[in-house]
T-cell receptor, first 117, second 108 residues
Framework: EAQVTQNPRYLITVTGKKLTVTCSQN?????MSWYRQDPGLGLRQIYY???????DKGDVPEGYKVSRKEKRNFPLILESPSPNQTSLYFC????????????????FGPGTRLTVL | KNEVEQSPQNLTAQEGEFITINCSYS?????LHWLQQHPGGGIVSLFM???GKKKHGRLIATINIQEKHSSLHITASHPRDSAVYIC??????????FGTGTRLTIIP
């Protein structure tokens, strides 16, 4: 089954304790991205990757890191989480970038709800 | 500034009604996406449009480039259509700006 998986689905942590949210896709997609979703603000892009070893900042990259060492995986790293990073996080993937093809379907992971105390 | 605005924020309708959700955007988008977020939180991509109209089942999406406006229509609405519908403008080829979503509730 074609899918994007994220782990963990729920996480409660404390300020300053490094954490990683994993994202993996099994569709050989080139494009992967991370979003956070906050009430009243909608989805905002954190980082995206066009291919292995190619990453770029989205609209809200501060406080986050990513890596793309393998095509299937795109982990999101919070080196020193703070309460303002409490949010719902989504990973997404597609064959190519959002605008490359008319029928370039985007696949989203199930979301990770993060609470930083 | 890249901006995408949706209306209404909330919409409640009776089963069977024709539904319209609107999305307006600032200049410069190359395409517009419609997404559906289920009550459980999962997000599904519905349409990507750069011109004209697309139809999938009971869902129809239109875009008017000159007026900088897109609409999502649902015909013969059903309670299972209850979800949050999100539009997103593609600025350039890679970056999306999302609207804040329209929460649709269909009452049986």
């Amino acid at each position: 089954e074609a899918q994007v998986t994220q782990n963990p689905r729920y996480l409660i942590t404390v300020t300053g304790k490094k954490l990683t949210v994993t994202c993996s896709q099994n569709m050989n997609h080139e494009y992967m991205s991370w979003y956070r979703q906050d009430p009243g603000l909608g989805l905002r892009q954190i980082y995206y990757s066009m291919n292995v070893e190619v990453t770029d900042k989205g609209d809200v990259p501060e406080g986050y890191k990513v890596s793309r060492k393998e095509k299937r995986n795109f982990p999101l790293i919070l080196e020193s989480p703070s309460p303002n990073q409490t949010s719902l996080y989504f990973c997404a993937s597609s064959f190519s970038s959002w605008g490359a093809f008319q029928d370039n379907e985007q696949f989203f992971g199930p979301g990770t709800r993060l609470t930083v105390l | 500034k890249n901006e995408v605005e949706q209306s209404p924020q909330n919409l409640t309708a009776q089963e069977g009604e024709f539904i319209t959700i609107n999305c307006s955007y600032s200049v410069g988008i190359s395409a517009l996406h419609w997404l559906q977020q289920h009550p459980g939180g999962g997000i599904v991509s519905l349409f990507m449009l750069s011109s004209g109209k697309k139809k999938h089942g009971r869902l129809i999406a239109t875009i008017n480039i000159q007026e900088k406006h897109s609409s999502l229509h649902i015909t013969a609405s059903h309670p299972r259509d209850s979800a949050v519908y999100i539009c997103a403008g593609l600025f350039g080829n890679e970056k999306l700006t999302f609207g804040t979503g329209t929460r649709l509730t269909i009452i049986p």
